[in-house]
């Protein structure tokens, strides 16, 4: 993984495989961030808490169609 936690998602192909290999748990979530908020940061919270890595993978704003990167923390 680069410095940048944004990540192309074609990367996370490589970097859930050195997860796997490592016994990480991966956890996955989505959403429309445009306006962030304290629901928006428990959920994320709530999130992370569930593995060892949280991949959030942004949705445009109008909530059709993903992006082609995602944040990795």
Request: charge should be positive; include cysteine; glycine fraction near 8%.
């Amino acid at each position: 993984m680069s410095g940048s936690k944004v990540q192309p998602v074609n990367d996370l192909i490589p970097l859930r495989a050195q997860w796997a290999l490592e016994g990480k748990r991966v956890v996955w979530t989505n959403g429309c961030f445009d306006i962030l908020h304290k629901g928006h940061l428990q959920t994320l919270k709530f999130a992370k808490s569930k593995g060892d890595k949280l991949v959030v993978n942004l949705v445009d704003t109008k909530g059709d169609k993903r992006t082609d990167e995602a944040t990795v923390s």
